[in-house]
């Protein structure tokens, strides 16, 4: 069995995905994620990698774009403003039906807000980060570990539906340290010979990578095969954790760092008497509806627990139909929420209420 070593969130993520298998990694320096890039940039010249710090963060995502066509794993990481500057080239990776990994580390906005960590990138990444209809799947770490674990995941699943995906932490999460168990080193295994750009030997026909087509019924069938694909990461990928639901009378919904502070506040609760339990997204996207709706016959509501306005409160209602009321107990602009602010929205929603 691996020992564990103390590492930063960010560099967890990098070592991860170098021991998958990722040799080429493009990115640019924005706090609070420029461990990422620093880390690569000492750990790829002695693998054989590629390390390359680009002009700009869009230079970077099409580095990444033609890696990525010849069926390689390739990587970038940014924050905030630097991930809405890739959002066009996530975009293409997307219509061109390509494997990628993106990480982003966010930081409080809007603009260029702060350096403090933030969940308020919630909607760019779930809705589609970029022009068009189009899905990346959004993995959400709680540990360090699940900064490692999740980055694997994130390849995995990236080459398994040829699609981007998208690793989102926090400023917190890529900056704490802890204890970790870092993967084994198994490159992850790639068949991309049936589409991939990487020479034809005057052997097949030619694989053309591209995400324009003029002619609108070629460019709807193509939609409609990627939203069939995306229907089977919902139903075979979508990733979540239960905590004290068995008898919870009240629905913590949290994930990345606030659902550390939650679980904290739930013990809390749990001493008063408060019957309190917690459903952690890990997919942001494909999100947990099933999990939500199905605590929805059994709880009297929801709390949710975000760095941000409320955006993942959305998708709470959404999922719950709107059947039980759901409030919020929020922190913004970079401030994280204490265990005891939790615990004071849990104790009103006990009594009907929402704390203001």
């Known amino acids: ?5 103390l590492m930063k969130g960010n560099e967890a993520m990098a070592e991860a995905a170098i021991r998958c298998g990722c040799r080429h990694y493009f990115g640019y320096p924005i706090t609070p994620q420029t461990e990422v890039a620093a880390y690569m940039a000492k750990r790829m010249p002695k693998i054989g990698g590629v390390f390359l710090q680009a002009e700009s963060e869009i230079a970077a995502i099409n580095m990444v774009y033609g890696v ?3 069926g390689k794993s390739a990587m970038t990481s940014s924050s905030s403003p630097g991930i809405a500057l890739k959002c066009e080239g996530i975009s293409y990776l997307a219509g061109a039906d ?3 990994v993106i990480v982003n580390v966010p930081r409080g906005g809007p603009g260029l807000g702060g350096i403090q960590p933030s969940q308020s990138d919630y909607f760019l990444a779930t809705r589609g980060p970029g022009h068009g209809d189009f899905h990346v799947v959004v993995l959400s770490p709680a540990s360090v570990q699940e900064m490692a674990d999740l980055t694997v995941k994130a390849f995995e699943l990236a080459h398994r539906y040829r699609m981007p995906a998208m690793i989102l932490a ?3 999460m890529g900056q704490m340290m802890e204890p970790v168990v870092l993967p084994e080193g198994k490159p992850i295994e790639v068949d991309a010979s049936d589409w991939a750009a990487v020479g034809t030997e005057g052997k097949r026909k030619h694989h053309v990578i591209s995400s324009l087509y003029l ?6 069938k193509y939609n409609f095969e990627r939203y069939e694909r995306y229907e089977k990461v919902k139903e075979n990928e979508t990733a979540w954790e239960e905590y004290q639901m068995e008898d919870a009378e009240i629905c913590v919904v949290a994930h990345g760092i ?3 502070i939650a679980r904290n506040a739930i013990v809390m609760a749990r001493a008063e008497g408060i019957k309190v339990g917690m459903i952690r997204p890990i997919t942001l996207w494909p999100f947990p509806e099933k999990a939500l709706a199905a605590a929805a016959d059994k709880v009297n509501s929801f709390v949710c627990v975000e760095m941000n306005m409320g955006q993942m409160k959305e998708d709470v209602e959404l999922a719950i139909r709107c059947r039980k009321p759901v409030s919020l107990c929020r922190r913004v602009g970079g401030m994280i929420p204490t265990s005891e602010e939790v615990l004071e929205q849990l104790r009103a929603a006990a009594k009907g209420g929402e704390q203001k």
Request: glycine fraction near 4%; proline fraction near 9%; charge should be negative.
């Open 68 to 70: 990525a066509s010849t």
């Open 258 to 260: 606030t659902a550390r």
């Open 215 to 220: 002619q609108p019924e070629v460019l709807e």
């Open 1 to 5: 069995m691996s020992e564990k070593v």
């Open 98 to 100: 390509l494997p990628a």
């Open 170 to 172: 926090d400023g917190t």
